[in-house]
């Protein structure tokens, strides 16, 4: 077993990695679409909205339009890490087509990943380690050569990459081989002695 431990940023981390339209469309998707999700899914999110989100003219927020409701809940998507674990799982589940082949791709890449299908907003939070060399711009390219006859959005191609990784783009690089280091470091200390 390694001795390093897994370090884990909050669900609403991800809101650092999000333009504000963005946002904003991944949250109106889930609100058109909260019909189409599991009962659990749709009980969190209304739940919380309930509780949390406040849309001027309406005593219960989850009777208001979906479009006013999702620009209502902003503020609660980047402030409550549940809130955004739960719209990010059913913006997954609305977008199962895209979430199964980009789990294709990342498990054709070598990542290590969870089931598509598993219940990713019960993770304590996103992972900070990235893959070493899987930049958002190497990941759109492989995607878009791996289905060119297919048209993704490159933000919704690289969100379906985050949570089905359960990883964000933090740091990019702690996989490298920290021996490299090491050995540049003695072989300074030898020069400067000879």
């Known amino acids: ?18 333009v504000a339209e963005y946002r904003l ?7 058109n679409g909260i019909d189409r999700l599991p009962g659990d899914r749709r009980s969190a999110i209304n739940n919380t909205i309930k509780r949390q989100v406040q849309v001027p003219g309406f005593r219960n927020s989850t009777q208001a339009p979906p479009n006013v409701k ?9 402030a409550r890490p549940d809130f955004a674990a739960h719209i990010l ?15 294709d791709f990342l498990k054709g890449r070598e ?41 993704v959005d490159e933000n919704d191609l690289r969100l379906m990459v985050v949570w089905l990784a359960s990883r964000l783009p933090y740091d990019m690089y702690e996989d490298e081989n920290d021996d490299d280091d090491e050995t540049e470091e003695d072989d300074t200390s030898e020069d400067s002695e000879a």
């Open 111 to 151: 990542w290590e990943l969870l089931p598509p299908d598993a219940d990713r907003s019960k993770l304590p939070g996103f992972m900070v380690v990235w893959p070493k060399g899987e930049t958002y711009d190497v990941l759109d390219a492989a995607y878009a050569a791996a289905t060119p006859a297919e048209s």
């Open 25 to 31: 469309h991944v949250l109106s998707t889930v609100m």
């Open 1 to 18: 077993m390694d001795d390093k431990q897994v370090k884990f940023l909050p669900f609403h981390a991800i809101n650092e990695f999000m």
């Open 70 to 78: 999702a620009r209502a809940a902003v503020k609660t998507f980047e």
């Open 89 to 103: 799982q059913g913006w997954s589940e609305l977008n199962a087509d895209l979430r199964q082949k980009v789990y």
